[in-house]
């Protein structure tokens, strides 16, 4: 494995922005010097007058064009589902399964841990993004805001039904916290430590206010599949936008939210508190329909950076850092620093175009 030097470019960690070089090899960052630091056993890559971020990272992927991950892919569409994720800059990603029957996402689950899904973050079988867990969007969702879910499959949200969910390899759950009023479910999927995220829900202000006390720390697709905000009655929504606590996930495409309301949520929650996810689907919006997205996340931020929502800088922030740390995948990616992965993106500053991007500590290839 070659031992690179990144050479000139604008290094946005992204908690900082510097001009600096950043030495890589067995890959891992190993340094982060000036440019006039000699390191001569270095190969130089030359980004000079180029943004260099950390590899971006999508919570919510359900699929794309050529792969379905709640159908029933193959290990050559995911390998080239991976590279594909990878060369658009998401260097990590969630599988991201919707609802369906209880043993069909076994399934899928079991298939999925097989095929690359490490929680040690490696990479394997010739994958070239990062799957360190599965997202399990449903079955236990309010059959009031069922979105595209199938509503003859979901479920209640009951201990009995997550024992034979939650098995090696989910990390993340989208709920409805309302159904489960006395928090059982809840506090049984904490003890296996995968996170809950508050989402396709009918949930009221109060319901919301108890989830999130309960420990809920994430809404998926704010606004999406879920009660509107009402001056009356803030709802889930309001409530998630008020509390300092909570992230809040979003779709950024300009279909799943208005320009205008992805800058409502970014000046509310602050740039700490934004996440931005795809929710990318084989279907895609294909029609007008919500039926997931057909954006990447780089699309994303640069929507955010277009429409005025965030700078490139706490763009980049809400799709690399704020995913990595709520999870607790930060200790290895979503910041570029010593010791961490060398996933790494560089973009052109004059169009946000990704013109490189580093997996591993090796540069990918067309």
């Not at 690359?116 to 993004?129: E, F, I, Q, R, T």
């Not at 905000?229 to 779709?251: E, K, Q, S, W, Y």
Request: charged share 20%; aromatic share 4%; net charge negative.
């Amino acid at each position: 494995m070659k031992k690179l030097r990144l050479v000139g470019g604008q290094v946005i960690t992204p908690l900082e922005v510097r001009f600096a070089d950043i030495l890589i090899e067995g890959g891992l960052i190993t340094a982060i010097i000036q440019s006039e630091q000699s390191a001569p056993a270095y190969e130089p890559v030359d980004v000079t007058g180029r943004l260099v971020t950390p590899g971006l990272i999508d919570l919510q992927l359900n699929g794309g064009p050529n792969l379905d991950f709640w159908g029933k892919p193959n290990e050559e569409e995911l390998q080239k589902f991976t590279r594909d994720q990878a060369m658009a800059g998401v260097t990590t990603f969630l599988p991201t399964l919707i609802t369906a029957a209880v043993d069909h996402l076994v399934e899928n689950i079991k298939w999925l841990t097989s095929h690359g899904v490490a929680g040690d973050m490696s990479l394997s079988k010739g994958l070239s993004a990062r799957m360190p867990g599965i997202h399990l969007e449903g079955p236990c969702l309010s059959p009031k805001r069922p979105g595209v879910h199938p509503p003859e499959h979901l479920q209640p949200f009951s201990v009995e039904i997550l024992k034979r969910l939650i098995i090696d390899g989910v990390v993340l759950m989208t709920v409805a916290p309302e159904l489960d009023p006395g928090s059982e479910a809840l506090h049984f999927l904490q003890s296996r430590g995968v996170k809950a995220s508050l989402g396709h829900s009918n949930a009221n202000g109060a319901e919301a206010r108890k989830a999130f006390s309960e420990g809920i720390r994430l809404m998926t697709h704010t606004f999406n599949a879920m009660a509107p905000l009402h001056h009356r009655d803030p709802g889930a929504v309001g409530t998630a936008l008020m509390d300092d606590a909570v992230n809040c996930c979003l779709i950024a495409d300009g279909l799943h939210l208005a320009p205008e309301t992805v800058s409502m949520i970014v000046r509310l929650k602050g740039p700490r508190r934004t996440i931005l996810v795809t929710d990318a689907a084989k279907i895609g919006t294909t029609g007008g329909g919500l039926v997931g997205s057909s954006i990447d996340l780089a699309d994303a931020v640069r929507n955010c950076v277009n429409w005025g929502s965030a700078s490139f800088q706490a763009a980049v922030r809400m799709a690399s850092y704020n995913p990595a740390r709520v999870m607790g995948f930060d200790e290895k990616v979503g910041h570029i620093e010593v010791g961490k992965f060398a996933d790494l993106v560089v973009w052109n500053p004059a169009d946000l175009v990704i013109e490189k991007v580093i997996v591993d500590g090796q540069i990918l290839k067309q």
